[in-house]
């Protein structure tokens, strides 16, 4: 088992001046497998994930993917985020390029490819989040919902072992949702090894192998989506899915 894990957390601590963030996370995910971190606003889940790919620098603790410990002084994290997608709840698309030229920049500069190579991967992915008759169009010309599918295109494009998903569809108009959580579902089905955090709880329900819930920068629970999400052990769980699942009610 060892050999599948492809992230691997340890006594992970993220500080921002006296605000204690992230408190001594434990994590291992392995290789295909799509964990859902789900939690309250402030509960330290976008803030552990960006401690994965480094976009913010713990305080204490290891972080190691796909073999390399990334918080390593001595790591090329340039080199280390290679590996990993990023995906965020903003786009971050580039206004100035259409859609081929948002997909091509990234490996024609970091991976060195040649324009054709470039291109004939862009368009693979852009077939697979079904947008491929939208490849001349720029971002300003596209729906959200586009733009964010777009956005996890040009991840794939530089082929990642890991896909890091901040809350996705959390910018989005809910009519545009559905087509982003369904490329998120074919990426899993492809056995795509995923790390999401989402306030969608159905799909978290039906997509996720394992589903943690956060509070306070401690992972409060964490099992199969069956178990966290519909027979919670913890209070702090139940209370928070009842806040979610059904809102305006008390909870007890």
């Given at each position: 088992m060892a050999d599948d894990v492809v992230i691997s957390i340890r006594d992970l601590h993220k500080s921002f001046g006296s605000n204690e963030v992230?408190?001594?996370?434990?994590?291992?995910?392995?290789?295909?497998?799509?964990v859902c971190i789900i939690g309250p606003s402030g509960s330290g889940k976008s803030t552990l994930l960006r401690c994965v790919n480094l976009l913010e620098v713990p305080s204490g603790g290891t972080v190691t993917v796909d073999?390399?410990?990334?918080?390593?002084?001595?790591?090329?994290?340039?080199?280390?985020?290679?590996t990993m997608g990023m995906v965020f709840q903003q786009f971050n698309l580039f206004t100035n390029l259409d859609v081929l030229g948002n997909l091509t920049i990234a490996p024609r500069r970091v991976l060195r490819r040649n324009r054709a190579h470039a291109e004939e991967i862009a368009r693979a992915n852009l077939a697979r989040v079904?947008?491929?008759?939208?490849?001349?169009?720029?971002?300003?010309?596209?729906?959200?919902?586009?733009?964010?599918?777009?956005?996890?295109?040009?991840?794939?494009?530089?082929?990642?072992?890991?896909?890091?998903?901040?809350?996705?569809?959390?910018?989005?108009?809910?009519?545009?949702?559905?087509?982003?959580?369904?490329?998120?579902?074919?990426?899993?089905?492809?056995?795509?090894?995923?790390?999401?955090?989402?306030?969608?709880?159905?799909?978290?329900?039906?997509?996720?192998?394992r589903v943690l819930f956060i509070d306070g920068g401690v992972i409060v629970e964490q099992g199969r989506p069956e178990a966290v999400i519909t027979d919670p052990q913890q209070e702090r769980t139940r209370n928070f899915l009842a806040r979610v699942l059904h809102p305006g009610q008390k909870t007890a």
């Open positions: 992230l408190r001594g996370i434990d994590l291992d995910v392995v290789r295909g497998e799509v073999g390399t410990e990334i918080t390593d002084p001595d790591c090329e994290i340039d080199d280390a985020r290679r079904g947008l491929s008759e939208k490849e001349s169009s720029f971002p300003g010309q596209l729906s959200g919902g586009q733009q964010q599918r777009v956005a996890i295109a040009r991840a794939l494009t530089m082929e990642p072992t890991v896909m890091l998903f901040d809350e996705p569809t959390s910018a989005l108009d809910p009519e545009l949702v559905g087509d982003v959580l369904d490329v998120m579902r074919s990426l899993a089905e492809e056995g795509m090894t995923m790390l999401v955090v989402t306030h969608e709880i159905q799909f978290a329900r039906e997509v996720a192998d």
